[in-house]
């Protein structure tokens, strides 16, 4: 059994459903809320019987270091990801390629989430029965749109976020139009994007991840 849960959620519906369906089911000092990847760090560092639940924000663009530093720092923690929604398989397979133990979606239906977290105090793992044949291999899924997002394709995003056309981001970035294109493409299945604000949502954690790693 996981007796204590780190929330790692910036969406603010993911977070408020996810926070108070955390503290129905442990006590308050078994759970611990981080706002940002410096206060990750320190809750995860030492933490043992823990499980750290991410919404698809926290980490901004690229989640691969961050999952890659806790993984280093500590492995006995296990991971999860939620979301408010129907979950995009393409960002599910990204999850589990990148070693999550679980995906839970539609948060804020019924008691998805309080069932799910209970999975989670269990360390079961778990994701949506609409993966389930992309996990089994009985639906295929392109391994190019289940990879970590790649610094190219986080530089087309940014420029998205900034409002830019294709042409513009392939001036600035000297990308070619048509790999502007294709890494677009590629991008927006990752993150399982909906609207415009998840662009901006990943740009505005994506850059205060940044600054603090400059501290």
Do not use: W
């Amino acid at each position: 059994m996981l007796n204590n849960i780190i929330l790692a959620c910036s969406e603010k519906d993911t977070k408020k459903i996810t926070v108070d369906n955390a503290f129905s089911l442990y006590r308050e000092n078994q759970v611990c809320i981080c706002k940002n990847i410096s206060d990750l760090f320190k809750a995860a560092r030492y933490a043992c019987d823990t499980a750290i639940v991410f919404d698809k924000y926290f980490m901004g663009f690229i989640m691969s270091d961050t999952l890659n530093s806790l993984k280093m720092m500590n492995n006995k923690l296990s991971v999860y990801f939620v979301e408010v929604g129907e979950c995009s398989p393409f960002l599910a397979m990204r999850t589990k390629k990148l070693g999550a133990d679980g995906f839970i979606s539609g948060i804020e239906f019924d008691n998805n989430c309080k069932n799910g977290l209970l999975k989670v105090r269990e360390g079961i793992r778990t994701y949506p029965d609409a993966i389930q044949p992309y996990i089994d291999k009985k639906e295929k899924i392109d391994s190019k749109l289940i990879s970590d997002v790649t610094p190219s394709e986080k530089i087309v995003g940014i420029g998205l976020t900034l409002g830019k056309t294709q042409k513009e981001i392939s001036y600035d970035a000297h990308i070619s139009r048509q790999n502007v294109s294709l890494y677009k493409h590629r991008l927006l299945k990752k993150i399982g994007y909906r609207e415009p604000r998840d662009l901006y949502l990943l740009f505005e954690r994506s850059f205060d991840n940044f600054e603090e790693d400059q501290l």
